[in-house]
């Protein structure tokens, strides 16, 4: 697996994770208050779509790190859950970072072995 498969899953949640603090800001403006009609419908639409950007690029990941069905559907949700996202992509970091480093070292031994047969 590459660094940026988990470099566009971390934007993306973040980014996710924000717009969604936003929106929920906008909807208490919305509802509580009957003020921000318009922006809580562009906020909403933006969220909707940078959302869907966030649900391919964590399938993504989870696909490339061979996560079980229920493990994927979390990491899914959590871009819908407000605060949720902040504490599922530090973990979702920590157990892909040994993966990628494994790959990086096989890449590594399969290049010098190609180096090794190459100069004989």
Do not use: N
Not at 12 to 26: D, G, H, I, K
């Amino acid at each position: 697996m590459k660094q940026s498969v988990l470099t566009r899953y971390r934007v993306m949640a973040y980014v996710t994770a924000v717009m969604l603090l936003v929106l929920s800001t906008c909807m208490v403006f919305k509802y509580g208050f009957g003020k921000g009609e318009d922006i809580t419908f562009v906020v909403s639409q933006a969220h909707g779509l940078l959302y869907m950007i966030y649900l391919v690029f964590a399938f993504d990941l989870g696909q490339k790190a061979r996560w079980p069905f229920g493990k994927l559907l979390w990491i899914l949700v959590s871009g819908s859950i407000p605060f949720a996202a902040f504490f599922v992509e530090p973990k979702v970091v920590a157990e892909v970072k040994p993966l990628i480093a494994a790959d990086e070292d096989e890449d590594e031994d399969a290049q010098d072995a190609s180096t090794s047969l190459s100069k004989v």
